[in-house]
Structure formats: structure tokens, C-alpha cells
């Protein structure tokens, strides 16, 4: 014999055996529950802030010292945009924009009074752009900003703040 007999294992325990591999293997599957999630469940938008409770406003004002219309633009977070305005040669735009102190993030209120954390503020001509350098640092904000734009020869547009 190759085997002692206490290793030898008859058909019947084999079938036994086997039955019960899968009965465990499904008792698994059958009793094992989902994990718990953390939270509840997902709702879009739901990371949102809306409202500016927290928030000071800061004026963002840009003149065109240009001789083109300028358009300026919001990029926001996650790929947008938005526009703030077209200005006239000679003329300002206004805009207001809240500001976070703990996060330093700036943000435009849209129509239903959520916030939108803004990127840059980009403002171009047909021929050239420029981005305006806004501060975004936490703690106190300054309460308004003024930025001059301007015609370059070698820069086509700049837009700097009025102290600069």
C-alpha cells in the first residue's frame, strides 16, 4: 500500500468533503453583508457651500486703459468658466467676490446663491490676454482691488494692480 490508511480517503468522504467545501463557500456568500458605508448616500452638489455666511466680500474693479474692448473671464474649478464682463475702452468693470479666510479661496456667487471657487480672472482682447494676479491667501482679505489694463508692444496686454 502507498498510502497508511489514515491518509487513505474513500469515495464516500471525498463526496462529503466536497459538499462540504461548497455549503461553506456559499454559507459565506450568503451570510457576508455589504461593507458599511461611511457616510450616506451620494447627492450630487452636496459638497456645495451656499450663502457667503464666513465669507468678506472683496470689489474687483478693471479698467480698460486700452484702445479694444476687453472681455473678462472666471476660471473656476473643475473646468469652468464664467464671464464677468465686456468693458468698453476707457470704462470699468466691478465685480464682487467672496473670500474664505480659512481656506483663502476666492468665490463668485452664481444664481442660486452657491459659492464657486475661482482660479484665475483672465481678461482679453481679440489680439492678446492677460491674467490678473488675485491674492488668494487665508486670513484677512484686502476689501477691494484695482487692476489697470494696458497695451504693450511686447507683452500685447497687461493687467496689473493699480499700486504696482
Not at 459565506?28 to 461611511?38: C, L, T
Request: aromatic share 6%; net charge negative; hydrophobic share 40%.
Amino acid at each position: 500500500m502507498l498510502f497508511p490508511n489514515w491518509l487513505s480517503v474513500s469515495r464516500h468522504k471525498t463526496e462529503a468533503i466536497g459538499r462540504l467545501v461548497v455549503l461553506v463557500a456559499l454559507s459565506a456568500w450568503v451570510f457576508s453583508s455589504p461593507a458599511k458605508a461611511e457616510s450616506e448616500a451620494y447627492v450630487p452638489y452636496s459638497g456645495i457651500i451656499h450663502g457667503t455666511e464666513g465669507a468678506n466680500p472683496v470689489e474687483i474693479s478693471v479698467s480698460n486703459e486700452t484702445d479694444t474692448p476687453l472681455d473678462c473671464r472666471a476660471a473656476l474649478a473643475h473646468w469652468y468658466s464664467d464671464e464677468l464682463g465686456r468693458i468698453a475702452p476707457g470704462q470699468q468693470l466691478t465685480v464682487t467676490l467672496w473670500h474664505d479666510s480659512k481656506t483663502g479661496v476666492l468665490n463668485l456667487m452664481n444664481a442660486a446663491d452657491d459659492r464657486m471657487p475661482v482660479e484665475a480672472i483672465w481678461c482679453a482682447s481679440d489680439a492678446a490676454r492677460a491674467r490678473l494676479d488675485l491674492p488668494m491667501t487665508a486670513g484677512k482679505a484686502t476689501a477691494s482691488l484695482h487692476f489697470s489694463c494696458k497695451s504693450g508692444d511686447a507683452s500685447g496686454l497687461s493687467c496689473v494692480t493699480a499700486s504696482d
